[in-house]
C-alpha cells in the first residue's frame, strides 16, 4: 500500500520552514502533499507561518495577528535549516504558496488553519484555493475542531480532506489519543493528524474501520518511519526528510 508522504513546513531540511525555498524544493521532491501554516494578518491578509509571533524565525517581538501584511514582510527569516544556501526568505502569502503549488499538477496543498477561523474567513481563504485550481487535491488540517465542522457543514468541504491536529497544545501534547478523540473524529467523518508518539495500532485499526486515515508528524528518523508505517500501519507521514519509505506489513 502506498504511503504518502508530507513535507513539513515545505522542504525545511533543505530551506527554511514556511519560506518559498522550501516550498520550492518541496514541489520539485517526491512528496503527495506539501504543508503550510497559515494566520491572518490585522489587515486580513492570509499569511504563512508555524507560529502566531515573529520571534523565532525572524528575532522580532510582534504578533502576525496585531501586524499589517507590510509591518510583517518586513522582517527577514534570521533563523532556519541551510539559511545561507539560499537568497534571504521572508513570511509569504498564502497566494505566494499556492502559486508555487499549482505549478505541480500531482502535489496536494496541506494547509493548517492556525486560528479558529469564521465561516466567512474560511470562505475567503477555500476561494483562493479555488483561484489556483487547488480545491480539489487540498487537505485542510486543524487542531480548531469547530474550524473543520464549519468547514464540512458550513461550506460544505469534502470530510475526506479534513483532518485533526492532536497533541499540538499544552493540554493535549502528551495524552495519547484516546476514545473521546475517537468519538469526535468518527462521529463527524474527520482524519485524524497526530503526534506519532500519541497513537497506537488500536487507535489506527478503529480508525481505519470507521473510514478514516491516519496521518503523523514529526517524523524525521528512519527507525521511527519504519515503526509508524509498519507497526501502526498510517495512511500519511509529515516529515522534514526524504526518505525511502518501507512498504506496510500485512496484518
Same mark, same amino acid.
Given at each position: 500500500?502506498? $504511503?504518502?508522504? $508530507? ?75 541551510? =539559511? ?46 479555488? =483561484? ?16 473543520? $465542522? ?12 479534513? =483532518? ?88
Amino acid at each position: 500500500m502506498e $504511503i504518502k508522504r $508530507i513535507a513539513h513546513r515545505g522542504f525545511s531540511s533543505e530551506a527554511p520552514e514556511n519560506s518559498r525555498a522550501a516550498f520550492a524544493l518541496a514541489v520539485e521532491g517526491d512528496f503527495f502533499g506539501v504543508e503550510c501554516d497559515v494566520w491572518k494578518t490585522k489587515d486580513g491578509v492570509y499569511v504563512v507561518s508555524h507560529d502566531g509571533h515573529l520571534e523565532r524565525m525572524c528575532g522580532v517581538d510582534r504578533e502576525i495577528p496585531k501586524m499589517t501584511w507590510a509591518e510583517v514582510k518586513s522582517y527577514p527569516f534570521v533563523k532556519g535549516k541551510k =539559511q545561507a544556501m539560499h537568497p534571504k526568505q521572508h513570511v509569504i502569502l498564502l497566494t505566494e504558496y499556492l502559486s508555487l503549488l499549482c505549478r505541480s499538477e500531482t502535489k496536494h496543498p496541506v494547509i493548517e488553519l492556525k486560528m479558529d477561523y469564521t465561516t466567512v474567513e474560511l470562505r475567503e481563504i477555500v476561494e483562493l484555493v479555488k =483561484q489556483y485550481g487547488l480545491y480539489e487535491r487540498t487537505f485542510f488540517i486543524s487542531l480548531h475542531g469547530g474550524v473543520l $465542522i464549519r468547514l464540512k457543514e458550513g461550506l460544505g468541504f469534502p470530510a475526506e480532506r479534513l =483532518q485533526y491536529v492532536y497533541g499540538a497544545i499544552r493540554a493535549n501534547k502528551w495524552i495519547p489519543v484516546n476514545m473521546e478523540v475517537e468519538h469526535f473524529l468518527i462521529e463527524n467523518g474527520i482524519n485524524l493528524d497526530t503526534r506519532y508518539t500519541l497513537l497506537s495500532r488500536g487507535n489506527v485499526i478503529r480508525l481505519h474501520e470507521a473510514g478514516l486515515q491516519v496521518n503523523v508528524w514529526t517524523v524525521n528518523r528512519k527507525k521511527d518511519m519504519e515503526y509508524v508505517i509498519r507497526e501502526l500501519g498510517v495512511d500519511m507521514v509529515t516529515t522534514e526528510f526524504y526518505h525511502e519509505l518501507p512498504e506496510k506489513k500485512e496484518k
